[in-house]
């Protein structure tokens, strides 16, 4: 069995609704999955943007990392997800593996408050 530890995000106009319904898609996938409530917080970026709607969940899957990093970019497209979203500032959905099994796959995303706001509320 897996445990990650993800961080969910969006930007755009409906992004709070994007964030729920990924978390149960998600959670219908798994083998077991605790969201935290999704909040506000400021974007990190240099790059112009609105605020975005963040949750934080904990997972544990079947799935290797391999597997479930390609879900994830899977729902991150057709959520309307491109690589020029990056450029432009508009980021629908996003989903990153931040811990894999205890190891911290995305040191700088840890320390932010995106991720620090829904962790502290699921310990």
Known sequence: M???I???GSNVNGGLLLLKKSCMEIAAMAVSARFSSCYET???SSIPQPNYQNCVGIIETEWDYDRLYQHFKA??????RFSQSKLS????L???IVV???????PRDMVQDY???GLLELK
Do not use: F, H, S, T
């Open 89 to 92: 500032g508009e980021v629908p």
């Open 115 to 117: 991720m620090q706001i």
């Open 2 to 4: 897996n445990k990650a």
């Open 94 to 96: 996003d989903i990153d």
């Open 42 to 44: 400021v974007p990190v």
């Open 100 to 106: 894999w099994n205890d190891e911290v796959k995305r």
């Open 75 to 80: 729902m991150e497209k057709a959520a309307g």
């Open 6 to 8: 993800i961080g969910l």
